[in-house]
């Protein structure tokens, strides 16, 4: 797979093994196990920037077609854009805490104090699942093939919670 991807103008540096297993394969006859072999599992990523999304039809031609078995598709933010999202999201997080705090303030007939202490508590990404065979081990191909032809630019949700002690005068 990693050689047709090359050949269809993938830069190497953008194909990069997640995982890599050789285990023995048994079969079960009569209640006597026997090894029949091994087996090999090489799971790979290969990243696509979002002005290359015309390329990931290609990527999953190209697997299929090596004999590759398709356990998941999904999108995932570089960690670039993670950094970028995950401080924009506590600063909107951090500003809402103090409208908050505000208006609690406001509704109490006080004002809003100095600021005690604020914590970071939580930062939420999930990459988005395009695809997962039912068993992980590559449900059809024909399903794989499908879910990359019907691939639709989605939006991902990115979230932040901070939590702001404020006196209140």
């Given amino acids: 797979?990693?050689?047709?991807?090359v050949k269809d103008g993938f830069?190497?540096?953008?194909?990069?093994?997640?995982?890599?297993?050789?285990?023995?394969?048994?079969?079960?006859?009569?209640?006597?196990q026997t090894l029949k072999g091994y087996k090999a599992t090489h799971s790979i990523v290969v990243q696509?920037?979002?002005?290359?999304?015309?390329?990931?039809g290609k990527v999953i031609d190209d697997g299929v077609d090596s004999g590759?078995?398709?356990?998941?598709?999904n999108?995932?933010?570089?960690t670039e854009k993670q950094n970028e999202?995950?401080?924009?999201?506590?600063?909107l997080a951090a500003e809402d805490a103090r409208v908050k705090a505000t208006a609690l303030a406001s509704g109490l007939q006080k004002e809003l104090g100095s600021l005690?202490?604020?914590?970071?508590?939580?930062?939420?990404?999930r990459p988005w699942p395009m695809y997962a065979s039912a068993d992980s081990g590559g449900?059809?191909?024909?399903?794989?093939?499908?879910?990359?032809?019907?691939i639709q630019p989605g939006t991902q949700q990115v979230s932040a919670s901070v939590t702001a002690v404020f006196k209140i005068k």
């Fill in 11 to 32: 830069e190497r540096k953008d194909i990069q093994t997640q995982g890599f297993n050789i285990y023995p394969d048994y079969s079960w006859d009569n209640n006597k």
């Fill in 139 to 150: 449900a059809s191909v024909a399903m794989a093939k499908e879910a990359a032809t019907n």
């Fill in 116 to 125: 005690v202490s604020v914590s970071d508590n939580s930062f939420d990404y």
């Fill in 85 to 91: 999202y995950k401080a924009q999201a506590i600063k």
């Fill in 75 to 78: 999108f995932e933010l570089s």
């Fill in 48 to 56: 696509l920037s979002t002005a290359q999304t015309d390329k990931i």
């Fill in 68 to 73: 590759a078995l398709i356990s998941y598709i």
């Fill in 1 to 5: 797979m990693i050689t047709a991807l």
